[in-house]
Structures are given as C-alpha cells and as structure tokens.
C-alpha cells in the first residue's frame, strides 16, 4: 500500500522536528515553567468593546482557567484609531484601517511590582459597503480581527519574557517629557499609531481623543457613505 499525502506530511514534520532538536533549537513554549507561567496571568479588561475583545482573546491565548490562580496581573490601556484610505474620485473613503495600540504592564499580584511592560501596534483593514449595516458589521470584523492579533502578539512577548526573565526596560525622556498616569513613567512624547510614524504628522481625528491613549474610535480623512 502506497503511504498518504498525510502520512508523508507527518513524518516529514517529524524529521524536522528531530533535526531542530539535535542542533539544539527549543521551541518557546517548551522551556520550562512558560505554559505555567502564561496560565497564571489575570487580565484586567479595558472598558468598551474592544477591551472586552482583548480580555476574552487573552485569556484564550494565554490558557487561562476559570478560577485558576493567579500569579501576575495584566494591564492595558488602548488606543484605536480608524483611518480613510482608497479616496475615490468623489472624495469618499471605499476602505479604512483600524490602528490598534496596546500598552501592557505585568505585575507581581504579591509584591505588587512591575516585572515586564511593552506596547504593542496592529492595524487591520476593511472595505465599505453600499449597504450602511453591511459598513458596520466590517468594522466591527476589523475591530475584532485587530485585537485577537494584538492579543497573539501580547502572548508571545510575555512568553519570550518568563523563558528569559530580565527587568523592565526604563524609558528616557529626551525633549518635554510628559508624565504617563497609567505607566507611572515618563515618556519623551505621545504614543502615536503605525499611520502617524509613517506619515511624521500627528492624526487629524486623534486630536479629539479625550486622552492620548483613550479609546475613542477617532476617524481620519473623509467619511464613509
């Protein structure tokens, strides 16, 4: 009997696996105390929408159980911004994207203390529809696509952190320092999203944020129908 497509498939992951074994390759989530460490993280879930999408995608990523113990806690701020792109010729957006920060803090539940921080940026894109409901639900989509990618991303930095625990890197203010509330450091400037870095100018729709890092679903460039 001739071996399955399947059958040459699994044995040619098996060799890989072997050979990465025998040059001395661990695989992250295979050191030891990673998985564990992961599971004991409790989230502390933003308000709104998107919060709530991270929270749910974070305690799945991370292996959270219901009424597990915990170790550490995890705190986010976010900042989402949508912005117009694909201009017609009638001056109206046909797709935006959705820029997503999130700024994590770890914290040791017992001692109180700060053990590791980051910040993470996703974006994610969507048409626009003639349909006004049909806008919508692709908004919400992109919303959603956005925080479960933040989500894997927040995951993975936690995990490179508990296989090779360091402290926390300190941020250097260089010109007008502003003081964060929520990191209790100071920062050189603003968090700005993906487009604003790209672009050197501030977004035209994050002006109307109440805070800097608030989620305000500001809106950038012309809107949709």
């Given at each position: ?71 550490y806690r ?127 100018a501030a ?17 950038a460039g012309?809107?949709?129908?």
């Open positions: 009997m001739k071996p399955s497509h399947r059958h040459l498939q699994f044995g040619a992951a098996a060799v890989g696996l072997l050979g990465l074994g025998g040059c001395g390759f661990t695989p992250l989530y295979a050191v030891s105390g990673v998985t564990p460490q992961l599971a004991s993280v409790d989230v502390s879930r933003p308000s709104g929408r998107t919060g709530y999408l991270i929270g749910q995608f974070l305690d799945s990523e991370l292996g959270r159980a219901a009424g597990g113990e915990a170790r995890l705190d986010l701020q976010l900042r989402e911004v949508r912005v117009a792109r694909g201009i017609n010729v009638n001056n109206v957006a046909t797709q935006y994207e959705v820029d997503l920060i999130a700024i994590y803090q770890l914290a040791d539940i017992q001692t109180r203390k700060q053990v590791t921080k980051g910040v993470v940026s996703v974006n994610a894109t969507y048409d626009t529809a003639t349909q006004p409901y049909a806008s919508v639900a692709d908004e919400l989509d992109a919303e959603s696509r956005a925080a479960e990618t933040a989500a894997q991303r927040i995951r993975l930095e936690l995990a490179t952190y508990f296989a090779s625990p360091r402290p926390a890197a300190t941020v250097v203010p260089t010109q007008g320092p502003t003081t964060s509330p929520f990191l209790g450091v100071e920062t050189a400037e603003p968090m700005q999203s993906p487009r604003e870095r790209a672009g050197g977004d035209p729709g994050a002006g109307d944020l109440p805070d800097p890092y608030g989620v305000g679903g500001a809106t012309p809107a949709s129908p």
